[in-house]
Structures are given as structure tokens and as C-alpha cells.
């Protein structure tokens, strides 16, 4: 079973992107789902998740901004990204909460 994410690009700072993650198995065979980010020399983050019930934890930069989704019957995660700033410049991840192996990520640009 993979986790593929998808939607990033660039955007202007205030600006809004919708990230998609797409569970090639069934969505219903995992609990917690989250999305993590990576900046360039930082480490990896997490940015929030969403349990199995649709309820939702997120990081402090994230709350207020970022909206995190599950829609089972399309086996994917979403992450609506609002009011983006330079600092949510990342490459982002979708994996399982714990995390396991990681896939490839989505590259997030915010412009200044």
C-alpha cells in the first residue's frame, strides 16, 4: 500500500493550496493519517493528522490555517492550506501517524 501526495506548486504568500493524498490500497485499513513537512536544512515536521472518526490535531504554524481531511469513499487525505506565508516553503508528506516508510513528497513554494 502506498501514499502518494500531490497538489503542491507555487503560490503567492497569502495564498491557498489544496494537497491531495491518494491511498492506493483501501484508506479504511489505517487509523491516523497525517501530513508532515520538510524544509530545506530543517527537519521533518509534523503539520497535523486526522483520526480514523475525521477529528484532527494540528502543530502550532498549522492551526487556524490548514485544514486536514479524510474522504474514505475516494481513499484520500486532503490538506487545505490558507493564508500561506514563505515559512510553509517545504516539500510535504503524507504518512501514517506514528509515521512508517516514507514516499515521495509535494513541493510547496510560498513567494514573498
Known amino acids: 500500500v502506498e501514499l502518494q501526495a500531490s497538489g503542491g506548486g507555487l503560490v503567492q504568500a497569502g495564498g491557498s493550496l489544496r494537497l491531495s493524498c491518494t491511498v492506493s490500497g483501501s484508506i479504511s485499513n489505517f487509523g491516523t493519517l497525517a501530513w508532515y513537512r520538510q524544509a530545506p536544512g530543517k527537519w521533518r515536521e509534523l503539520v497535523a493528522f486526522v483520526r480514523r472518526d475525521g477529528s484532527a490535531s494540528y502543530a502550532d504554524p498549522a492551526k487556524g490555517r490548514f485544514t486536514i481531511s479524510r474522504d474514505n469513499p475516494k481513499n484520500t487525505v486532503y490538506l487545505q492550506m490558507n493564508s500561506l506565508k514563505p515559512e510553509d516553503t517545504a516539500v510535504y508528506y503524507c504518512?501514517?501517524?506514528?509515521?512508517?516508510?516514507w514516499g515521495k513528497g509535494t513541493q510547496v513554494t510560498v513567494s514573498s
Open positions: 504518512n501514517e501517524y506514528p509515521a512508517r516508510t
